[in-house]
Nanobody, 124 residues
């Protein structure tokens, strides 16, 4: 079992930045593919960014390419999402998740463990 705890959400104005963190329990973090997802009210959960086990491979949704950066620190069991040039459309609950098998940015149903989420609100 893996426990994930997100932090770093908040309220910012359009154009601002936030850095989300996701801390994982256990000693097998480096064996997991990780992803960040978001869900706005009334909308389906969507993939934002993914990262492979070493951190060398990253994957992004078209809507965030060039603005968001995913990274990980395996020594700290933590994955990050740096979000720049934020837009009101980025407002959502943001979740991190573990995929034990395949690294990429896949459908939410492929992911095995989820955090509770952290809220991001971007005002215009």
């Amino acid at each position: 079992q893996v426990q994930l705890v997100e932090s770093g959400g908040g309220s910012v104005q359009a154009g601002g930045s936030l850095r989300l963190s996701c801390a994982a329990s256990g000693d097998t973090f480096s064996s997991y593919c990780m992803g960040w997802f978001r869900q706005a009210p009334g909308k389906e959960r969507e993939g934002v960014a993914g990262i492979d086990r070493s951190g060398a491979g990253t994957y992004y949704a078209d809507s965030v390419k060039g603005r968001f950066t995913i990274s990980r620190d395996n020594a700290k069991n933590t994955v990050y999402l740096q979000m720049n040039s934020l837009k009101p459309d980025d407002t959502a609950m943001y979740y991190c998740a573990v995929d034990r098998i395949v690294c990429g940015l896949r459908f939410p149903s492929h992911y095995n463990y989820w955090g509770q989420g952290t809220q991001v609100t971007v005002s215009s």
